[in-house]
């Protein structure tokens, strides 16, 4: 049947957004299907990976069809910087970088959104990694916010995107709003504030009391389907604590009875963590409420963890480097160990728009992209200062939450 705008024609030709064409031909009905009826476009126009230069205080933006470094920006105010941890909205437009020594920062992707501060009619932005712009310069950074960090390990590290409303005429989603977490390890309590996604201001914030008693506090997080927060601790007393969307009532679960480090979501929400010592993966039931510890990769420690839209978690391997992949959905190993030549301490990992597979390399001072089905590395980018970022670099996680198919 012939589509118009975001609706059906009861006969005859094309419809023009439910005005007919030719009066004879066309029923000049044009009857409306919801969005979730519609067919879903395998993922949004997002094309960055946001990657932390952590002792640099900077956040590089890299072009994942290119495989080039296309911006660098300072990552926060003098004193607020050593940024760990970056989202992507689910659209790709805007990004967020957040600093453990005490802040957040947001930065549109394309010049379009960007503000052209000292009306010049031009937006004076980064053209890459030897253009960066002193703070508070850069005109694609939106606004930066300051966070409570009482010391490093203490300091903000989960964070990501919501998802806004859908516009039930074109289907996009608005901007979102941005959840973000730290720890105040004298009152063993993990605080996580809901900001503005427009412009930073604080809507709500959450405490969770008896987070674990370690030195390090909240540590991953991301955001299901149905918007609620998903973040887990690091250490062997790491728990997973689930911030519902709605009421914004915290659930704490308790800890995987291993020691968690990186952490991600599969198609179904439940939370994938990956272990350091004993190399264990493990998975949290969203429904049943209960941890299982899944397989063991080897290795002397698991990082990163990302889930691509075939259900596929990859997860960032120590010693020796290299990748681990998981099949979410029969909960088996595809492969204990994939060697990624060049690499030294890979932390993070990250899926772009067109399915390959990232991989943030610490001590290579790289990042690889990598195929998801033979893995052979494809490209690799090189000039970044100690990268390290565990979270949906490129906004590929979300959208996959939201349109999952």
Same mark, same amino acid.
């Given at each position: ?20 064409? #030719? ?5 000049? /009905? ?20 946001? @990657? ?5 205080? !900077? /956040?590089?933006?890299? &072009? !994942?069809?290119?495989? =080039? ?16 941890? !970056? ?16 802040? @957040? !920062?947001? %930065? ?6 960007? @503000? ?19 703070? +508070?310069? #850069? ?10 960090? %009482? ?15 859908? &516009?039930?005429? =074109? ?14 390890? $004298?009152?063993?309590?993990?605080? %996580? ?8 201001? =604080? ?10 008693? *370690? ?10 389907? &149905? ?35 990186? *952490? ?33 990769? $080897? ?22 480097? +290299?990748?681990?992949?998981? &099949? =979410? *959905? ?29 991989? /943030? ?15 052979? /590395?494809?490209?690799?980018?090189? $000039? ?22």
């Amino acid at each position: 049947m012939p589509v118009c705008g975001n609706g059906v024609v009861e006969m005859g030709e094309e419809c023009d957004d439910g005005n007919a064409i #030719d009066n004879d031909a066309c029923s000049n /009905v044009c009857t409306k299907v919801p969005c979730d009826q519609q067919m879903a476009p395998d993922v949004f126009d997002f094309s960055y990976i946001w @990657i932390s230069n952590s002792p640099a205080g !900077t /956040v590089s933006k890299i &072009d !994942t069809a290119s495989a =080039t470094e296309v911006g660098r920006y300072v990552s926060g105010p003098p004193g607020k910087q050593d940024p760990s941890r !970056t989202s992507v909205s689910v659209d790709g437009k805007f990004a967020v970088v957040v600093n453990r020594n005490g802040s @957040i !920062t947001m %930065f549109a992707a394309e010049p379009d959104d960007c @503000i052209d501060k000292n009306n010049n009619n031009q937006i004076d932005t980064s053209t890459g990694p030897g253009d960066v712009r002193p703070w +508070g310069e #850069d005109e694609c950074m939106i606004w930066s916010k300051d966070l409570p960090s %009482f010391s490093n390990n203490q300091g903000p590290r989960p964070v990501s995107w919501n998802v806004g409303e859908q &516009d039930p005429n =074109t289907c996009q989603y608005a901007m979102g709003d941005v959840w973000v977490g730290w720890y105040n390890q $004298g009152q063993n309590t993990g605080y %996580f504030r809901l900001l503005n996604g427009e412009d930073g201001a =604080t809507i709500t914030e959450v405490t969770v009391p008896n987070w674990s008693g *370690m030195n390090w506090g909240p540590y991953g997080g991301a955001i299901d389907g &149905d918007n609620n927060f998903w973040v887990t601790g690091w250490g062997t007393n790491g728990p997973v604590v689930k911030i519902d969307g709605q009421t914004y009532q915290a659930t704490h679960y308790g800890s995987a009875g291993g020691w968690i480090y990186g *952490m991600g979501l599969d198609l179904s929400g439940n939370t994938w963590a990956s272990g350091c010592g004993t190399a264990n993966v493990y998975r949290f039931d969203a429904q049943s409420e209960t941890w299982s510890t899944v397989a063991n990769l $080897g290795g002397s420690c698991l990082r990163g963890l990302q889930v691509d839209r075939q259900g596929r978690a990859f997860i960032a391997k120590n010693s020796p480097c +290299g990748l681990g992949v998981i &099949d =979410t *959905m029969t909960q088996t190993v595809i492969q204990a160990h994939v060697n990624i030549p060049g690499c030294v301490t890979p932390v993070g990992v990250s899926i772009d728009a067109e399915g390959y597979v990232w991989v /943030v390399d610490q001590g290579a001072s790289s990042a690889f992209k990598i195929d998801p089905d033979n893995y052979n /590395v494809v490209a690799t980018v090189t $000039g970044l200062q100690s990268p390290y970022t565990y979270s949906d670099m490129t906004g590929a996680g979300l959208n996959a939450q939201i349109l999952p198919q």
